[in-house]
């Protein structure tokens, strides 16, 4: 949740305030969704969202607490346990195969070897990657590497899962896939789900659409907003 966040690059005269005065309630169990033009503040917010940039002014709270009020440790915790990221670069580590960066931090959570291997299995099968589960991500196409980054943020089965336009290399089928994937999650274990996208498809099933412009939310909709205008691009 975040009351009257601001948010800035730079300094001085290059200082640009990108995020004016948000405030965002993010619900359990819900699919929040940001649209916007490019350049509104969709990854800024995510990132803000996601405990990995403090915000400049106003409060950021995260499960109830203050996110001004904990030590750096516990953040850390917070987005180890708490939080799955699906960023647009995606991030993967080159040198380990598929189900080595799917299950990449489940060792941390307290999973054995096998249960961390048998969840990231069944993960991957979520996303239709199981055979592909032993290659490295440069034999895999840049469609599949998403699904990778997917697939990661999904096995930490967190509360809420982050996702910067998580659709926008897949084709329907791929992100129908996906889709179903987190409205599995979302119907069965209550994960949250936070994602930017222009992809209607994906739109579609948020139950909330908050819209971007200059910094600023501009209107926040539940169902039906799928048609927003300045969703493009
Ligand atoms: N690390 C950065 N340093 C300086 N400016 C940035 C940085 N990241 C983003 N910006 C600027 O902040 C604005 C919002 O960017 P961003 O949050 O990426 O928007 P969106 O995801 O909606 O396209 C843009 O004008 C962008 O150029
Ligand atoms: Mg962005």
């Known amino acids: 949740m975040t009351e009257d966040l601001h948010f800035a690059y730079g300094e001085g005269a290059a200082r640009a305030e990108v995020l004016k005065g948000i405030d965002l309630r993010v619900e359990a169990g819900v699919m929040t969704c940001l649209v916007g033009p490019s350049g509104s503040?969709?990854?800024?917010?995510?990132n803000i969202l996601g405990l990995l940039e403090?915000?400049?002014k106003g409060r950021v709270s995260f499960v109830g607490r203050d996110v001004r009020n904990l030590t750096e440790r516990e953040l850390e915790d917070l987005r180890l346990r708490e939080l799955g990221f699906v960023f647009q670069a995606f991030f993967l580590l080159p040198t380990l195969t598929v189900i080595e960066n799917t299950t990449y931090f489940l060792p941390s959570?307290?999973?054995s070897r096998g249960e961390a291997r048998d969840r990231g299995m069944e993960t991957l099968a979520r996303v239709g990657l199981v055979d592909h589960a032993h290659k490295l991500p440069r034999e895999l196409s840049g469609g599949q590497r998403q699904r990778v980054a997917i697939a990661r943020a999904l096995a930490k089965r967190p509360k809420v899962i982050l996702a910067d336009e998580p659709t926008a290399n897949l084709?329907?089928?791929?992100s129908d896939t996906i889709v179903s994937a987190f409205q599995e999650l979302r119907e069965k274990d209550g994960v949250s789900?936070?994602?930017s996208t222009h992809d209607h498809h994906l739109l579609s099933y948020a139950q909330r659409v908050h819209m971007l412009h200059q910094g600023r939310l501009v209107s926040s909709e539940g169902r039906g907003a799928a048609r927003a205008p300045g969703a493009e691009d």
């Open 193 to 195: 789900f936070v994602f």
């Open 109 to 111: 959570l307290g999973l």
């Open 41 to 46: 503040g969709k990854t800024t917010l995510l």
């Open 171 to 174: 084709d329907r089928d791929t």
């Open 54 to 56: 403090p915000p400049q």
